[in-house]
């Protein structure tokens, strides 16, 4: 199985500052990474796959990298709706996938 | 507009089997596309479940595969899950999602229904 880690498992970052979250893979995924935002009470919401391209509107704050084992998503200014928990997801090993155990990005 | 929705007991007692549906509007599941299930337990991450195309043919996670079947019903436009002999740790929001098969996105899941939460106490 893949494991995916994500950190750090909580990001404090105040509102317009830049926010970069992580994730590694414990084996090559090439490019088939996606990340997802989820706030409370919500199903989550398909932000980046490909590890670098936005899903259907997303706005371009929003941005992925990274390729192989580390990943890295990079929300510039951040929006007080930016506020929720990110998760990555590999499906590399198609049909199999898995997650990350998120991060949660809170106000300072 | 696609639209996925979960429906199901609530609750379930130990040893029972769970039994979720997940209906889909705006789009003919056998149109392609893999569907799938994904739980979240409270306050902890998310974890795949299992797919399966219109034609029938399954995956499912290897950790949960001798408890799982999930099954289709073209005409109703749905999507079943059945995870039998359950346990407290099942108790989780359950979310039906679309599953592209191809393109860049071909693996991700798209389009989330709302999710339902399931308990499993006696």
């Known amino acids: 199985e893949i494991v995916m880690t994500q950190s750090p498992a909580t990001l404090s970052v105040s509102p317009g500052e830049r926010a970069t979250l992580s994730c590694r893979a414990s084996?090559?995924?090439?490019?088939?990474l996606a990340w997802y935002q989820q706030k409370p009470g919500q199903a989550p919401r398909l932000l980046i796959y490909g590890a670098s391209t936005r899903a259907t509107g997303i706005p371009a704050r929003f941005s992925g990298s990274g390729s192989g084992t580390e990943f890295t998503l990079t929300i510039s200014s951040l929006q007080s709706e930016d506020f929720a928990v990110y998760y990555c997801?590999?499906?590399?090993?198609?049909?199999?996938?898995?997650f990350g155990q998120g991060t949660r990005l809170e106000i300072k | 507009q696609v639209q996925l929705q979960e429906s199901g007991p609530g609750l379930v007692k130990p040893s029972e089997t769970l039994s979720l549906t997940c209906a889909v509007s705006?789009?003919?599941?056998?149109?392609?596309?893999?569907w799938g299930w994904i739980r979240q337990p409270p306050g902890k991450g998310l974890e795949w479940i299992g797919s399966?195309?219109?034609?029938?043919?399954?995956y499912y996670n290897p950790s949960l595969k001798s408890r799982v079947t999930i099954s289709v019903d073209t005409s109703k436009n749905q999507f079943s899950l059945k995870l039998s002999s359950v346990t407290a740790a099942d108790t989780a929001v359950y979310y039906c999602?679309?599953?592209?098969?191809?393109?860049?996105?071909?693996?991700?899941?798209?389009?989330w229904g709302q999710g339902t939460m399931l308990t499993v106490s006696s």
């Open positions: 399966i195309y219109h034609s029938g043919s399954t």
């Open positions: 084996q090559s995924v090439s490019s088939n």
């Open positions: 705006g789009y003919s599941i056998t149109s392609g596309y893999y």
């Open positions: 999602a679309r599953r592209p098969q191809t393109g860049a996105a071909g693996g991700t899941f798209d389009i």
């Open positions: 997801q590999q499906y590399n090993n198609w049909p199999l996938s898995t």
